[in-house]
């Protein structure tokens, strides 16, 4: 369902991405490791069509190389910041894009979408007519969730799901990101600093580290191996071979 080969980017002098392969099958649940600033956001904007790779090519969904606008069709979204729309009550945030697209779905259709989305992950149908400033953080992350798969897209991108969270929601998102993969049979990628989101959420593990993917496995081989700088990594280690004055 994704396929990236030789993927390099690069911003100025600054290289970024230095040659990334790799492919998820369908169903499977990778989730992407790594420090600040290796890459992590560059690759999934290059997955998604948000940023031109400089060299290699990228499919998903059967779709090469795909603008943003065609690709969205296929793909859910869960931004790390939520990113709902101030403006606009919960149930138009999680049917925006199916009011605007090809489906253009009337307002009654959407709503009932919406609240059909919403009790997916556990919230009420009167969250619906609630504004984003109404939510508390961790609603506001399911509103997202909501959001990304609202039309069942068959590939689904989670950008650090946990972040800003208590440990107790966060396992909370966690879970419903592991059912809701399961149940749609979707094909995920995440991206996150967080070990617990790794042990909760991933069929497979790929570590982000000077421009390429230097370790892939399993969550247990994860956890496991003695590579040192995954080990350094997963448990947090201020002394091993990655540097901690970045």
């Not at 230095?18 to 904007?45: A, C, H, M, Q, Y």
């Not at 910041?81 to 894009?97: E, H, Y």
Request: charged residues 20%; aromatic residues 6%.
């Amino acid at each position: 369902m994704i396929r990236a080969r030789d993927i390099h980017k690069s911003f100025g002098a600054k290289k970024v991405l230095r040659g990334i392969s790799f492919e998820v099958e369908k169903g499977e649940s990778l989730v992407v490791i790594g420090g600040s600033g290796t890459g992590k956001s560059v690759l999934l904007k290059c997955l998604l069509g948000l940023e031109r790779a400089n060299a290699g090519t990228v499919e998903v969904a059967g779709l090469t190389d795909p603008k943003p606008q065609i690709l969205a069709a296929q793909v859910g979204m869960l931004f790390q910041g939520g990113a709902l729309f101030d403006s606009l009550p919960v149930w138009q945030n999680i049917a925006f894009r199916l009011m605007r697209g090809r489906a253009r779905l009337s307002h009654s259709d959407a709503q009932a979408l919406a609240i059909e989305k919403l009790a997916r992950v556990g919230l009420g149908p009167e969250t619906a007519h609630l504004f984003p400033a109404e939510l508390s953080g961790g609603m506001q992350k399911r509103v997202g969730l909501a959001r990304a798969i609202a039309g069942d897209p068959p590939v689904l991108f989670f950008d650090e799901p946990t972040a800003g969270l208590d440990p107790i929601m966060a396992a909370v998102i966690n879970a419903l990101i592991r059912e809701v993969v399961s149940d749609l049979g979707a094909t995920a990628v995440t991206i996150t600093h967080d070990m617990r989101t790794v042990h909760d959420v991933a069929d497979r593990v790929a570590m982000l580290h000077e421009g390429n993917f230097y370790w892939q496995g399993s969550a247990r081989e994860a956890f496991e191996t003695d590579d040192p700088v995954m080990r350094q990594f997963t448990q947090g280690l201020t002394e091993g071979p990655i540097p901690t004055l970045r």
